[in-house]
Structure formats: C-alpha cells, structure tokens
C-alpha cells in the first residue's frame, strides 16, 4: 500500500486560526489608536466661549408723587400741583411745594430763604412795609405748574383770594446744592395774555417779544402801562398788581423795563 505524506508545515508557520487572530488584534489596535488620534485632535481645537451678556441698565432713578410728598412736608391743602405738571425729580418737587407753602401761610422768611438775593430784599421791603401781609392773607388757593427747560425749570401759579387773580413766575436754578427761586417779570395784564395749556411759555414769549421791540429804541427805562397801584418801592421791582395790594416779586408787577435782550425761550 503506499502510503500518502501530508505536506509538512513549517514549525515558522502559524496556523490559519492563529493568523486570523493576530490580524484581527492588529485591526483593533488600528481602530483604537485612530479613535486616540481623533481625541487628541478634538481636545487640542480651540475653544471659542461666547462673550459675557451685558450689564442690567441701571435701575430708573424713583421719583416721589406729589400726594406723598404734600403728606410728609405738611404742604398746606391750598397748594395744588398736579403729577403731570410737575418736575421731573424729588428735590425739586420738594422745593417747589414748600416754596409756594410758604405763600399760602404767608411765612415771609421761608420765601426769602428760597429766594434769589435781589428778590428777597425786595420781599424784605415788602415784608417791612405791611405789603407781604396784604398780599398773602385770604388765599383760596394757589395753583402750580412747572415746566423744564434749558436752565432748569420754572414754576408758575395763580393765586386766588378776595383780591382779584394774581399770576406769578419763577425761574430755578440750583446754587451750591440748593435750589433758588429768581422772579420774572411781568406787566399787570399778564393774565390776559396767557392763552393755551402752557401758561410759562406763553409768559415769557409774551414779556420776550417785548423786550425785542423795545431793543431798538434809545437806552432808557420804559414804562409798562400799568393799572393804578399803591406807589411803593416794591413796585419798581415788579411789585404791585392789580387792585391796591402789592404783589410779591415775581408777580402781575409793571414797572420799568430797561432796554435789554432776554435770551429766547425754550422749547
């Protein structure tokens, strides 16, 4: 019988089986280390982080209303300042409320304090000459707008009483942390100029406008036609209204305009 001889393998050779496995490791390893690879790569791409939202707005400053403010400066009930009429800050809402308070209870030296120098040597002649009293006794009521503008705001009232009506204006400015009241002037008809919702500036356009017709005129003082009034000192300074009661400075006063430019009014 003759016998077959299986061709011999090498003892190098491996099996089949064993080669099998040897690749397949050599796979995993490839797999795994082009996942390494691509971690790597991932980690080391820049990271962009969004820039920081922007701060809150600051919080809106807080303005106290009138009726509070009336309650806590015990403003007397006579006074009246609308909300919408009113100005635009606490200070100067609290400024303005007790200014004309000191009108209603005719207390002479918290005007004054609230004055500008020239107004309140006015008032102080005023005061001395029994006019302060005359003018501020049997008040009904005094009723109050304001109005902004470039220099800071104005304060108008009409002040209602057993005399006739009497209108009265006044610019504020602040002054080394206080705020002041300057008197502007007006003729004794003033009322009869003030049409519209904006008596200030219907006011000063009236008193401007006649500041630029006089403009052309000589240097001298002009007389504003005036109803008869007490002669007094305090009427050359504005002073005297209608009837024979002086009016505090700022008021339906006449007297002389000198020849000047006043500067035009705010919108």
Not at 117 to 146: F, N, Y
Not at 156 to 172: K, M, N, Q, V, Y
Not at 193 to 213: C, P
Request: proline share 10%; with cysteine.
């Amino acid at each position: 019988m003759t016998s077959q001889r299986l061709p011999m393998r090498r003892k190098s050779d491996p099996s089949p089986m064993l080669r099998s496995a040897v690749w397949g490791a050599c796979g995993a390893a490839i797999l795994l280390l082009g996942a390494c690879g691509d971690e790597e790569v991932q980690q080391a791409a820049p990271v962009v982080q969004a820039p920081p939202p922007p701060p809150p707005p600051p919080p809106e400053p807080t303005v106290e209303d009138i009726a509070s403010l009336m309650k806590s400066l015990s403003i007397d009930e006579r006074v009246s300042l609308p909300e919408d009429l009113a100005p635009k800050t606490t200070e100067e809402r609290k400024a303005v409320l007790l200014f004309w308070n000191a009108f209603a209870k005719g207390d002479e030296a918290a005007a004054g304090g609230m004055m500008s120098e020239r107004d309140a040597k006015v008032l102080k002649k005023l005061t001395e000459g029994g006019g302060w009293a005359k003018s501020t006794v049997g008040i009904k009521s005094i009723e109050v707008q304001c109005k902004n503008d470039s220099n800071g705001f104005a304060t108008f009232a009409l002040i209602t009483s057993e005399l006739p009506d009497r209108a009265l204006l006044w610019d504020a400015s602040e002054e080394d942390g206080k705020i002041l009241f300057t008197s502007f002037p007006g003729p004794p008809d003033i009322l009869d100029h003030l049409s519209g919702t904006d008596s200030i500036a219907a006011w000063k356009k009236y008193v401007n406008d006649m500041f630029e017709k006089y403009a052309n005129l000589p240097d001298e003082e002009v007389e504003i036609p005036q109803s008869k009034t007490e002669e007094s000192e305090e009427s050359s300074d504005g002073g005297s209204g209608g009837g024979n009661t002086p009016t505090p400075p700022g008021g339906t006063g006449g007297g002389a305009l000198k020849k000047q430019k006043r500067p035009p009014i705010p919108d």
